[in-house]
Nanobody
Framework: QVQLVESGGGLVQAGDSPRLSCAAS????????MAWFRQAPGKEREFVAI???????YYADSVKGRFTISRDNVKNTVTLQMNNLKPEDTAVYYC?????????????????WGQGTQVTVSS
C-alpha cells in the first residue's frame, strides 16, 4: 500500500518555475514507478512525467524540456520541477504510483493516487 500527499502549486504567473512535491508512505516506494498526471477543467486526466528505478524518466511532449521529475528513495519523495509555465499548464496535478511493469502512461493503470494540487497559470 502506498499513500501519496502532494504539495506546492497555487496561482503563478506565466514564465514562473514552481515545484510540486509528493510525499509517499509505504514499503513499496522504491519499487514503484512514480508519475505525475494533470487534469484541466473539462478534459481527461493526462500523463505528464514518470520516473522509475535507475533514474529513468519519461515526459509528455507538451512538457518535455520544461518539466523535470526527480525522486528520492531515502526520503520517499518525488518532485516535479516546472519551468517556464504557460497558461495551458493550468490543471490539477496528481501524483500517482504503480508497481506494474513496464511502467504505464495510462491513468487507469495506476493503483495509488494523491488528492491533487491545483496549479493556475495566469498570463
Amino acid at each position: 500500500q502506498v499513500q501519496l500527499v502532494e504539495s506546492g502549486g497555487g496561482l503563478v504567473q506565466a514564465g514562473d518555475s514552481p515545484r510540486l512535491s509528493c510525499a509517499a508512505s509505504g514499503r513499496t516506494f522504491s519499487r514503484s514507478a512514480m508519475a505525475w498526471f494533470r487534469q484541466a477543467p473539462g478534459k481527461e486526466r493526462e500523463f505528464v512525467a514518470i520516473s522509475w528505478s535507475g533514474g529513468i524518466s519519461y515526459y509528455a511532449d507538451s512538457v518535455k524540456g520544461r518539466f523535470t521529475i526527480s525522486r528520492d528513495n531515502v526520503k520517499n519523495t518525488v518532485t516535479l520541477q516546472m519551468n517556464n509555465l504557460k497558461p495551458e499548464d493550468t490543471a490539477v496535478y496528481y501524483c500517482a504510483a504503480t508497481i506494474r511493469w513496464p511502467p504505464p502512461r495510462a491513468a487507469n493503470e495506476y493503483e495509488y493516487w494523491g488528492q491533487g494540487t491545483q496549479v493556475t497559470v495566469s498570463s
